[in-house]
């Protein structure tokens, strides 16, 4: 009968981790939900912001904004967007070998999450700052962080600055990816950055057949929409991280509640059968025993 209790003991205890585990995937579906809604909120927004900075740089011409200036060479700072909790598949895992691909000697790390800045840190990766967001993510939080490369990348430290994210692709699939931020580069403003479309470019022809008039002159206006621009790249980049940890999360959450529910059905089954096993030893010893008392 002790293997009976044990078998009991094991059920019990997988129905309790049964339990936790779907109140995890509910937390991380309303979650994911918030976090894509956060995104979608943006799309038309950014696709129009697309469209004036396309028409600016056709009106700027050859004039070279600090933004835009190619540099060779010198050093790299990444920008690291990961999860602050585990339990979320191989999001964290696959995004760190995405980072090792891209970066090398050179390449300095800024983090978001605390995942990856303990990964980085183990191997003595030079961290020159970490932020910390909240979820849901106002757009002022993504302003600082901003800032702080942009300045970075201003003031001459580094010549490039890189981001890598979790891109959300759908609720099953979600892709690493190492995107460039500055030096903003003239193909790259006409990149969508809105939610599901991101990376493909907008209608140049069609950006270029509005006929905007900029006060006070498209200079002046092209010096206050880009910092904007990063800006908002960077806060896509954000909610798209959270839309994907999330997503992810209530996958492996998913899958955990069932494969405990498929653990339940095979222990019952293994309990009922060594119940079985024990009721007929027990009649096999009773039939026994009146046979040698006739």
């Known amino acids: 009968m002790a293997n009976l209790r044990d078998i009991r003991r094991r059920i019990k205890s997988v129905k309790s981790t049964s339990q936790i585990t779907k109140a995890m995937q509910l937390v991380a579906a309303a979650k994911m939900k918030k976090a894509q809604d956060q995104a979608l909120a943006g799309r038309e ?43 979320c598949g191989g999001l964290n895992t ?21 995942k990856l800045r303990t990964s980085l ?37 580094y010549n490039r600055i890189q981001v890598a994210f979790t891109k959300f692709v759908t609720t099953l699939r979600q892709d690493p990816w190492v995107s460039q931020l500055l ?8 990149e969508k950055r809105s939610y599901e479309t991101y990376g493909e470019e907008t209608d140049k ?21 880009l910092p904007l621009y990063i800006n908002f790249q960077v806060y896509q980049m954000l909610v798209e991280a959270l839309a994907s940890e999330h997503s992810s999360r209530m996958v492996a959450m998913k899958s955990a509640t069932d494969n405990a529910e498929q653990m339940v059905k095979d222990l019952t089954l293994e309990y009922n059968k060594a119940r079985q096993a024990a009721i007929t030893s027990e009649l096999l010893e009773i039939t026994t025993a009146q046979k040698a008392m006739e």
């Open 45 to 87: 927004y950014a696709d129009e912001l697309n469209k004036v900075l396309i028409n600016l740089e056709a009106s700027v011409g050859d004039e070279t904004h600090p933004l835009l200036e190619e540099r060779e060479g010198g050093k790299t700072l990444m920008l690291v967007i990961s999860t602050d909790k585990g339990l």
């Open 94 to 114: 696959n995004l760190l070998k995405k980072v090792r691909e891209e970066s090398d000697e050179n390449t300095h790390f800024v983090t978001v999450g605390r």
């Open 121 to 157: 840190a183990k191997t003595k990766e030079t961290l020159v700052a970490d932020f910390e967001v909240s979820d849901p993510l106002p757009f002022s939080e993504a302003r600082p962080i901003a800032k702080f490369l942009t300045d970075k990348f201003l003031s001459g430290d």
């Open 183 to 190: 030096t903003i580069e003239a193909d790259t403003l006409a």
């Open 205 to 225: 022809e069609a950006a270029l057949a509005h006929d905007y008039i900029f006060e006070p002159s498209p200079e002046a206006v092209f010096d206050k929409l």
